[in-house]
């Protein structure tokens, strides 16, 4: 039977090696959510991948917090000494398997070759992104390696051309899209400059316990109650496959949920279980 577990453990645990030792953080351009009140045609449009962001320095790929990713030498050997911001990633819904390959840290040379390093930005450069969207264009060209790749961006003129291509992504397995301004420099902030659109919301808590499954999920997990950051607890009950259920995310982790709006009380309405969240 599974037991139930009512108190908080503060250690995050995970089940897969992780990447290298963390260094110094890369400074980051950060997205908001979209509201609908911009200018459009202010905007460069492009789907937002479910995959890992990896900051290139020049000479090693890195995490948000500084981790590094440890491919194999062939991956980046035709990458170039200038900083690079996109993500690894090997097509729609394989978020679970890219993340078990990309953060060992020994790597599995056969399974890296699945991967592609889809790359949205040249941190270090001038200029607008307009401008550094036109430099990205050429040095992809130049370069011509078979691990690297540019994320395509496109421009839409209405609102309604925009949902439709929010439709067509999502239909395909896609997640949502990514706007990102084109008159803006790339800074390390979260701000308007860059904005995600999904159908969807989602957001992180902790797991606080495992709670027990009625029914065909009898000594199984039924649900997850978690905690967000301001304290508010709730069950997330749904999302998970039988094998999750049988070997929940562990007391102490970080998940990642999704969900429609907020109650009256500030909660998340119809949430439901996405992805344990690496360590980063």
Request: include cysteine; charged fraction near 25%.
């Amino acid at each position: 039977m599974l037991r139930v577990i009512t108190y908080f453990c503060c250690a995050v645990l995970f089940c897969f090696p992780l990447a290298g030792r963390a260094g110094d953080a890369p400074a980051l351009l950060l997205a908001k959510a979209y509201r609908g009140d911009i200018v459009l045609a202010d905007y460069w449009l492009s789907e937002k991948l479910d995959g890992v962001r990896a900051y290139w320095n020049g000479t090693q790929l890195l995490s948000r917090s500084g981790r590094i990713y440890h491919s194999p030498d062939w991956f980046t050997a035709g990458f170039p000494d200038t900083p690079l911001d996109g993500e690894l990633w090997m097509g729609r819904g394989s978020f679970d398997t890219l993340s078990g390959i990309v953060r060992r840290q020994s790597p599995d040379t056969a399974q890296w070759r699945r991967v592609r390093y889809m790359v949205f930005d040249l941190p270090a450069a001038a200029g607008t992104f307009d401008q550094r969207l036109a430099q990205l264009r050429q040095l992809i060209a130049e370069l011509n390696s078979p691990y690297l790749a540019m994320v395509e961006q496109s421009r839409v003129a209405t609102e309604a051309a925009l949902m439709a291509r929010l439709d067509a992504v999502v239909r395909g397995g896609g997640e949502g899209l990514m706007l990102h301004r084109g008159s803006s420099r790339y800074r390390a902030a979260r701000s308007d400059d860059l904005l995600k659109l999904k159908k969807h919301q989602d957001a992180e808590a902790v797991v606080v316990a495992h709670l027990p499954g009625e029914g065909k999920y009898r000594g199984m997990l039924g649900a997850l109650l978690v905690e967000r950051a301001d304290g508010v607890r709730f069950r997330l009950g749904s999302g998970f496959s039988d094998a999750q259920r049988a070997a929940p995310p562990e007391i102490g982790s970080m998940v990642t949920y999704k969900y429609y709006g907020t109650t009256s009380r500030g909660r998340p309405r119809f949430a439901s279980f996405l992805r344990v969240r690496p360590q980063e």
